[in-house]
């Protein structure tokens, strides 16, 4: 694909990641320091409404993969989640006076639900536009820039209202939720009219237990679920709890704007690294090895700030960032080559139901993540309106430091050892290649039983 398609395919990526930055990291701030929820109250909703959204998100995703329209079978998914997403944005972000848990539980459900909708039809849309191996690192690496662009935007929110004297208040969050608003029909818009979807054969659908028996026997596809999961469990903890370090700890309100575009603004400055970085070495190697750089960086450096090293701090996370990207940015390309496996093993194009139980996985670890983190902050004494001891405020530095550590090292191991490389996906594409040439003429000479196989075994990866 030309680079503007491809661009103008990453786009909505642009307001699907506010959902990242204000929901994880600013989102249990407001409603716990400026609407006086609790933070096991927070927590515990932030929870049960991930709960609902993850039951969810396997069904949407074989919906998206049956669907039949003149438009395609994703676009009109795409075109559905979008209203609902604007929707859910008013709900979060701008809330009426005395609200509870239960409208924080409601109104996120509503935003999951339509950014589920939106998120799983494109980015199974994306696996399929571009079926190579680094042309997928290619696409992962233009809908992450796109994403960071967005994070950056939404980092920026902060910055520029805390000079017009607000912090994270109700105006920063409806300055939040209008850019949500105004983002999502334009970018979703510009992706729908101008990038074209694949043709693809339909099959009929398998039984659903079989269905999802057969998927899970994919031992790639596990591996890299599992490992996702542990490593975005120590991300929410990070995230959950940056803008209390910041602001209680660093005792530094100020730099919470510039720490949020320092992070993931150098995010969009190493994505181009490590995508060159994975053609050389593969996207599950250069993820594994971010990985452990990000780790050293934080237990060296971060545990050694001292309250008033705030600019100390935006530099720790800039370079953070630009190290990130490859966690961030490569395994979403990793999971279209592991749908291709799928196909050669079982015959179907299943992009949907893959990226549905991928987005179960991918939103179980934040929300466990802040349904476990913040209720432990408060019973080891951190109070997010103020008045803490120093014990209280040496926890909150700790579990912000070092609790996301082990989770980010068994990730970096199960990235290391992911088996499935750039010369078994190109044995996998050109298997795919030969049975669709023999669909499209039935009277061309099948392979030899006997090579097949051969093919196959090189195919499958081994259990690490």
Same mark, same amino acid.
């Given at each position: 694909m030309s680079v503007w398609r491809l661009a103008a395919y990453a786009l909505p990526a642009v307001p699907m990641s506010f959902l990242f930055v204000p929901l994880t990291a600013l989102l249990p701030a407001f409603y716990a320091q400026e609407l006086g929820l609790s933070l096991t109250t927070v927590g515990g909703f932030l929870l049960f409404s991930r709960l609902?959204?993850?039951?969810?998100?396997?069904?949407?995703?074989?919906?998206?993969?049956?669907?039949?329209?003149?438009?395609?079978?994703?676009?009109?998914?795409?075109?559905?989640?979008?209203?609902?997403?604007?929707?859910?944005a008013i709900l979060v972000f701008m809330p009426?006076?005395?609200?509870?848990?239960?409208?924080?539980?409601?109104?996120?459900?509503?935003?999951?639900?339509?950014?589920?909708?939106?998120?799983?039809?494109h980015a199974a849309w994306g696996a399929e536009i571009v079926e190579s191996y680094h042309g997928r690192s290619k696409v992962a690496g233009f809908r992450e820039s796109a994403n960071v662009i967005g994070i950056v935007i939404a980092s920026a929110v902060p910055g520029v209202t805390a000079l017009m004297g607000h912090g994270i208040d109700r105006f920063t969050m409806a300055v939040m939720g209008w850019t949500v608003v105004l983002l999502t029909p334009l970018t979703a818009g510009v992706a729908l009219r101008f990038v074209p979807e694949p043709a693809v054969r339909h099959e009929p659908p398998s039984p659903?237990?079989?269905?999802?028996? $057969?998927?899970? %026997?994919?031992?790639?596809?596990? &591996?890299?679920?599992? *490992?996702? /999961?542990?490593?975005?469990?120590?991300?929410?903890?990070?995230?959950?709890?940056?803008?209390?370090?910041?602001?209680?700890?660093?005792?530094?309100?100020?730099?919470?704007?510039?720490?949020?575009?320092?992070s993931f603004g150098s995010v969009l400055l190493g994505v181009p690294l490590w995508v060159q970085v994975s053609r050389r070495i593969g996207k599950h190697r250069a993820a594994g090895i971010s990985l452990l750089i990000a780790i050293s960086l934080s237990g060296l450096l971060a545990t050694q700030l001292q309250p008033g090293d705030g600019?100390?701090?935006?530099?720790?996370?800039?370079?953070?960032?630009? $190290?990130?990207? %490859?966690?961030?940015?490569?395994? &979403?390309?990793?999971? *279209?080559? /592991?749908i291709d496996y799928d196909t050669l093993k079982t015959g179907e194009m299943r992009g949907g139901l893959f990226f549905g139980v991928w987005g179960f996985f991918q939103q179980v670890s934040p929300a466990i993540?802040?349904?476990?983190?913040?209720?432990?902050?408060?019973?080891?004494?951190?109070h997010a309106k103020g008045a803490n001891t120093p014990e209280a405020l040496a926890a909150l530095k700790y579990v912000y430091c070092l609790a996301p550590i082990p989770f980010f090292v068994a990730g970096a191991w199960m990235f290391l050892a992911f088996p499935l490389d750039a010369r078994r996906h190109a044995i996998v594409r050109r298997r795919l290649a030969g049975?669709?040439?023999?669909?499209?003429?039935?009277?061309?000479?099948?392979?030899?039983?006997?090579?097949?196989?051969?093919?196959?075994?090189?195919v499958a990866p081994e259990a690490p």
């Open positions: 609902f959204d993850m039951v969810i998100d396997p069904f949407l995703g074989r919906l998206s993969d049956g669907t039949r329209s003149r438009f395609g079978r994703r676009k009109p998914w795409i075109a559905a989640g979008a209203p609902i997403c604007m929707l859910g009426p006076e005395h609200v509870g848990g239960w409208w924080l539980l409601a109104a996120t459900a509503v935003i999951y639900f339509g950014a589920s909708m939106l998120g799983l039809a659903w237990l079989a269905t999802l028996k $057969t998927l899970m %026997a994919n031992r790639p596809f596990r &591996l890299l679920c599992a *490992g996702y /999961v542990v490593l975005s469990i120590g991300a929410g903890v990070t995230n959950s709890t940056l803008i209390f370090f910041i602001s209680h700890y660093l005792k530094q309100p100020e730099v919470i704007g510039p720490t949020l575009l320092a600019w100390w701090f935006v530099a720790l996370m800039a370079l953070l960032g630009a $190290t990130s990207a %490859a966690f961030l940015t490569l395994p &979403l390309g990793i999971v *279209g080559d /592991v993540a802040i349904g476990v983190t913040l209720p432990a902050l408060e019973l080891l004494g951190f049975r669709a040439a023999r669909r499209a003429d039935p009277a061309a000479e099948t392979r030899p039983l006997s090579k097949s196989l051969a093919v196959q075994a090189e």
